[in-house]
């Protein structure tokens, strides 16, 4: 079964306005991470942004912010003022202590072109 | 945080032969990891890098294939063996652990990767 989903291959936002990134997850494990990660052309992985399973609030960092809602068990990635250099692969992620011994287990990932 | 490095950044191999990839840390991670990442695809766990002892491979991958050295904090390498076309694909080093433990709160950090095309 698929731990990681990400049901957009692909999506396209106008620069400057916001986009929504869909990530659900499925774990039975109490204590997990969840991150986003950016990977553009030149195929690097960039680190974004991190939501921990007993985080009472939803993490920002700068124009990221994550709509966690733990009940649902969905993660998704929150760009707002989108930029031309947004436009790159984006990976939703987790992390399970117990099940999985501190794996990064990565979902299909969503193409994201920004449009001037 | 932690920067990673490895070597050869990219490589042409012919069917059949093996390529060692090399991935540095600068600083001392409690875990390694090394994933693939297939054209188009997203990234795949291979095995997690034990210091000390023998890798923890994923189900599909086996230590014939792929040997999996890690004999310090800050160093690993990945072997590819007797390399195909399909073994084509990026090669991704990754560390996470700088506090010294492991935890759900680590931030895994990747290498550049290596891009390996097998003819």
């Known amino acids: 079964a698929q731990k990681i989903t990400q049901t957009q291959p692909g999506m396209f936002v106008q620069e400057k306005e916001a986009v929504t990134l869909d990530c659900t997850y499925d774990t039975s494990d109490p204590s997990y991470g969840l991150f986003w990660y950016k990977q553009p052309s030149s195929g690097e992985m960039i680190f974004l942004i991190y939501?921990?399973?007993?985080?009472?609030q939803n993490a920002t960092e700068g124009r990221y912010s994550l709509n966690f809602q733990k009940a649902r068990k969905s993660a998704n990635l929150v760009i707002s003022a989108s930029q031309l250099g947004d436009s790159a692969m984006y990976f939703c992620?987790?992390?399970?202590?117990?099940?999985?011994?501190?794996?990064?287990?990565f979902g299909q990932g969503t193409e994201l072109s920004v449009k001037p | 945080s932690a920067v990673i490095s490895q070597k050869p950044s990219r490589d042409i191999c012919q069917r059949g032969t093996s390529l060692t990839i090399q991935c540095q840390v600068d600083s001392q991670v409690t875990m390694m990891f090394w994933y693939r990442q297939q054209p188009g695809q997203s990234l795949t766990l291979i095995a997690t890098a034990n210091q000390g002892s023998e890798a923890t491979y994923e189900s599909g991958f086996v230590i014939d294939k792929f040997p999996i050295s890690r004999p310090n904090l800050t160093f690993s390498t990945l072997t590819v063996s007797n390399m195909s076309p399909e073994d084509s694909s990026i090669y991704l080093c990754?560390?996470?652990?700088?506090?010294?433990?492991?935890?759900?709160?680590?931030?895994?950090?990747f290498g550049p990767g290596t891009r390996l095309t097998v003819l």
């Open positions: 939501q921990g399973s007993y985080d009472q």
């Open positions: 990754s560390a996470a652990g700088t506090s010294g433990r492991g935890a759900t709160t680590d931030t895994q950090y």
């Open positions: 992620a987790m992390r399970e202590i117990y099940n999985q011994g501190g794996k990064l287990i």
